[in-house]
């Protein structure tokens, strides 16, 4: 939409595009920054930590130490050390690359798979309709952790078919919000339009409905990124997720179980790095949600 | 009503039927049929190992096997020796007559398993259901009632942390604090109500308790009192909530007759995502605590690679989970006059 600059000041056009104006909200909301700028740092220490711990501190992580298990912590090991005397920070950011890696790259498959599938049944509507809403009921009918205690038992598997089993049920609420979104999109008039006009109905689909139903999606996906994570350390704890020795949050936790009588700083630090990761995801949604839905603001 | 009620039942027939499809595809996902792992024992040979092939049904079509499965083949006769006519009555009764085949380990039937466990894993949820609505409905009205306060903010605060633990790691936490450390509570297990030996021995039982229901009914908190705190300031900006104000009542009664009874609702519809909640939840809180229930004998048929048992436990969960949903949908009709079908 072009607006005459002369009859309307430009900044004024400007504030009225939808992610801008949520832009601005956001930075005017300090709890969805700080848990914005908490992910971000995490992030940035579980994925540039690993390779300058090995790389350039030259200390071998899986160097295994008789004489220093179950340090408390020290200078020397800011957070102790674990019952095979390894440096537990060292541990955290290696598992933390793979925690965080579920959480963005399964959230974001299953995103793109739940937007799919959703604005396929809702404009399509019919039979198709019908069919994928029977199995979204039916999945969602299953326990998720059942579910993904059943694959990976039948499976056994790897770190990447994991994040592909979290993200093959994640999509489930996404689809189901998208959908019903999409059913009360298709049916108002700039749609009609565009129809009239004689927009086919791929073009309809990826140019009319998916702008519209985009906000819902990244806030879905957010709040499913800390979901996935909870799941992932649950399924870990139970020995059915990535493996050790490669640490992830979860399976630390469930090391730590076994040893937690020689200091509790084995079991705590894993279990705070996943809540404060899952619960700045979650703030970050919210706040993702009153910036791009600024009707629903919570109060 | 009656006919909404007959109309919802029925709409949870094609879910309870996917559920079926779906468990029956990843049993047959599933690596290794009970025969192939005998192939290692000498004394089978492998015309024997045939006949156990085709008693079993193993090389039927998947069709039939799935039907077999849901309905029973002791209808049939099953060809043992391979000669195109029936010789042995099947005696399979199938799913639909609560047939859920036999653990391999145990060699008991599946649904005589699950039902040992069930009094153990319905007391833990029906415990921390109960004790998680009554918080949950307390914290979200204080909240609400006490809106913008440090009281608000910190039930608030407590509710989002509250979904963002894991609940093993709390599990592990109260463990370390009151069982290791202060030695008040047990570290796990469960003490039979029925045992004679226990006698009124309540706080026995009291106390293996405590600890695995707050981790279970933690969520539930949170997620309620979040949702009934949002309900109650979204009633209170209603017109009728002035009108109630203007005619003179004061605060209390405003609140305890117009808010609270319009906010708690809703709370029903939360019954179905709660127990989903519950039922993934109780498999790790029983693990963590050693409660012998229903998801600490999955975890233990997962090691033992114990299939039937495990699948008959998913189909077991998720049809109470169906039910369940089902039920908060028809509670929900039932509270709330607006609701007219």
């Given at each position: 939409?072009?607006?005459?600059?002369?009859?309307?000041?430009?900044?004024?056009?400007?504030?009225?595009?939808?992610?801008?104006?949520?832009?601005?909200?956001?930075?005017?909301?300090?709890?969805?920054?700080?848990?914005?700028?908490?992910?971000?740092?995490?992030?940035?220490?579980?994925?540039?930590?690993?390779?300058?711990?090995?790389?350039?501190?030259?200390?071998?992580?899986?160097?295994?130490?008789?004489?220093?298990?179950?340090?408390?912590?020290?200078?020397?090991?800011p957070i102790g050390t674990d019952h095979l005397?390894?440096?537990?920070?060292?541990?955290?950011?290696f598992g933390g690359r793979i925690s965080l890696?579920?959480?963005?790259?399964?959230?974001?498959?299953?995103?793109?798979?739940?937007?799919?599938?959703?604005?396929?049944?809702?404009?399509?509507?019919?039979?198709?309709?019908?069919?994928?809403?029977?199995?979204?009921?039916?999945?969602?009918?299953?326990?998720?952790?059942?579910?993904?205690?059943?694959?990976?038992?039948?499976?056994?598997?790897?770190?990447?078919?994991?994040?592909?089993?979290?993200?093959?049920?994640?999509?489930?609420?996404?689809?189901?919000?998208?959908?019903?979104?999409?059913?009360?999109?298709?049916?108002?008039?700039?749609?009609?339009?565009?129809?009239?006009?004689?927009?086919?109905?791929?073009?309809?689909?990826?140019?009319?409905?998916?702008?519209?139903?985009?906000?819902?999606?990244?806030?879905?996906?957010?709040?499913?990124?800390?979901?996935?994570?909870?799941?992932?350390?649950?399924?870990?704890?139970?020995?059915?997720?990535?493996?050790?020795?490669?640490?992830?949050?979860?399976?630390?936790?469930?090391?730590?179980?076994?040893?937690?009588?020689?200091?509790?700083?084995?079991?705590?630090?894993?279990?705070?790095?996943?809540?404060?990761?899952?619960?700045?995801?979650?703030?970050?949604?919210?706040?993702?949600?009153?910036?791009?839905?600024?009707?629903?603001?919570?109060? | 009503?009656?006919?909404?009620?007959?109309?919802?039942?029925?709409?949870?027939?094609?879910?309870?039927?996917?559920?079926?499809?779906?468990?029956?595809?990843?049993?047959?996902?599933?690596?290794?049929?009970?025969?192939?792992?005998?192939?290692?024992?000498?004394?089978?040979?492998?015309?024997?190992?045939?006949?156990?092939?085709?008693?079993?049904?193993?090389?039927?079509?998947?069709?039939?096997?799935?039907?077999?499965?849901?309905?029973?083949?002791?209808?049939?006769?099953?060809?043992?020796?391979?000669?195109?006519?029936?010789?042995?009555?099947?005696?399979?009764?199938?799913?639909?007559?609560?047939?859920?085949?036999?653990?391999?380990?145990?060699?008991?039937?599946?649904?005589?398993?699950?039902?040992?466990?069930?009094?153990?894993?319905?007391?833990?949820?029906?415990?921390?259901?109960?004790?998680?609505?009554?918080?949950?409905?307390?914290?979200?009205?204080?909240?609400?009632?006490?809106?913008?306060?440090?009281?608000?903010?910190?039930?608030?605060?407590?509710?989002?942390?509250?979904?963002?633990?894991?609940?093993?790691?709390?599990?592990?936490?109260?463990?370390?604090?009151?069982?290791?450390?202060?030695?008040?509570?047990?570290?796990?297990?469960?003490?039979?109500?029925?045992?004679?030996?226990?006698?009124?021995?309540?706080?026995?039982?009291?106390?293996?308790?405590?600890?695995?229901?707050?981790?279970?009914?933690?969520?539930?908190?949170?997620?309620?009192?979040?949702?009934?705190?949002?309900?109650?300031?979204?009633?209170?900006?209603?017109?009728?909530?002035?009108?109630?104000?203007?005619?003179?009542?004061?605060?209390?009664?405003?609140?305890?007759?117009?808010?609270?009874?319009?906010?708690?609702?809703?709370?029903?519809?939360?019954?179905?995502?709660?127990?989903?909640?519950?039922?993934?939840?109780?498999?790790?809180?029983?693990?963590?605590?050693?409660?012998?229930?229903?998801?600490?004998?999955?975890?233990?048929?997962?090691?033992?690679?114990?299939?039937?048992?495990?699948?008959?436990?998913?189909?077991?969960?998720?049809?109470?989970?169906?039910?369940?949903?089902?039920?908060?949908?028809?509670?929900?009709?039932?509270?709330?006059?607006?609701?007219?079908?």
């Amino acid at each position: 939409m072009t607006t005459d600059p002369q009859s309307r000041p430009m900044n004024i056009s400007r504030r009225s595009t939808l992610w801008g104006s949520a832009f601005r909200r956001l930075l005017q909301d300090r709890l969805t920054l700080l848990a914005a700028s908490v992910l971000f740092f995490l992030t940035f220490v579980c994925v540039l930590g690993p390779p300058v711990v090995e790389n350039v501190l030259k200390v071998d992580v899986e160097s295994t130490s008789v004489r220093d298990r179950y340090k408390p912590p020290s200078a020397e090991h800011p957070i102790g050390t674990d019952h095979l005397g390894r440096d537990l920070l060292i541990r955290l950011l290696f598992g933390g690359r793979i925690s965080l890696a579920v959480a963005y790259v399964a959230s974001t498959v299953s995103m793109s798979i739940g937007v799919m599938v959703g604005i396929l049944a809702g404009f399509v509507g019919g039979v198709v309709d019908d069919l994928i809403l029977w199995l979204i009921t039916t999945l969602s009918s299953i326990p998720a952790l059942f579910l993904l205690i059943i694959a990976t038992v039948i499976w056994s598997p790897s770190a990447e078919t994991l994040i592909l089993f979290l993200a093959g049920l994640g999509w489930i609420e996404t689809a189901r919000l998208i959908r019903g979104q999409t059913i009360t999109l298709k049916h108002q008039e700039y749609v009609l339009a565009a129809r009239a006009l004689g927009s086919t109905r791929l073009r309809l689909m990826v140019r009319h409905i998916l702008p519209n139903v985009l906000s819902i999606a990244i806030i879905s996906m957010t709040i499913n990124a800390g979901a996935l994570i909870l799941l992932e350390s649950g399924l870990s704890f139970l020995g059915l997720g990535v493996q050790p020795p490669t640490p992830t949050w979860g399976n630390m936790l469930t090391e730590a179980r076994s040893y937690f009588d020689r200091g509790i700083h084995l079991v705590f630090f894993p279990g705070i790095a996943i809540t404060v990761t899952v619960l700045c995801f979650f703030l970050f949604g919210d706040g993702l949600r009153d910036a791009l839905d600024p009707r629903q603001a919570r109060r | 009503m009656t006919k909404h009620l007959i109309r919802r039942l029925l709409q949870a027939v094609p879910t309870l039927f996917g559920i079926t499809v779906i468990s029956f595809l990843l049993m047959q996902a599933a690596p290794g049929d009970p025969v192939s792992m005998l192939t290692f024992n000498p004394e089978v040979t492998a015309e024997g190992s045939a006949r156990l092939r085709r008693q079993l049904g193993l090389d039927d079509p998947p069709l039939t096997q799935y039907l077999y499965w849901l309905v029973g083949n002791d209808w049939t006769q099953i060809d043992v020796d391979g000669d195109g006519s029936g010789d042995v009555q099947g005696v399979r009764k199938g799913l639909l007559r609560g047939d859920l085949g036999n653990s391999l380990v145990q060699k008991r039937p599946v649904l005589e398993l699950i039902t040992e466990r069930i009094p153990a894993t319905m007391q833990l949820m029906l415990s921390a259901l109960l004790v998680g609505y009554s918080a949950g409905i307390v914290l979200g009205l204080i909240a609400a009632a006490r809106h913008g306060s440090v009281i608000d903010q910190a039930i608030r605060f407590f509710s989002v942390v509250g979904t963002s633990l894991p609940g093993f790691w709390l599990g592990l936490l109260l463990i370390i604090i009151f069982s290791v450390q202060l030695k008040w509570l047990p570290l796990g297990g469960r003490q039979d109500l029925t045992d004679p030996d226990a006698g009124l021995a309540l706080w026995d039982v009291a106390s293996h308790m405590i600890l695995p229901v707050s981790v279970l009914a933690m969520g539930i908190v949170a997620s309620i009192s979040r949702y009934v705190r949002a309900e109650a300031l979204e009633i209170m900006g209603h017109d009728y909530i002035r009108t109630a104000r203007a005619k003179g009542l004061n605060e209390r009664s405003v609140f305890r007759s117009h808010v609270m009874r319009n906010a708690l609702i809703p709370v029903a519809t939360l019954l179905g995502p709660a127990l989903g909640g519950l039922i993934g939840g109780s498999v790790i809180t029983e693990q963590v605590f050693s409660w012998p229930g229903m998801g600490r004998m999955v975890i233990t048929a997962i090691s033992q690679r114990d299939f039937p048992l495990i699948m008959g436990t998913v189909l077991f969960s998720s049809v109470i989970f169906t039910l369940g949903v089902l039920l908060s949908d028809i509670l929900y009709g039932l509270l709330d006059p607006r609701v007219r079908y």
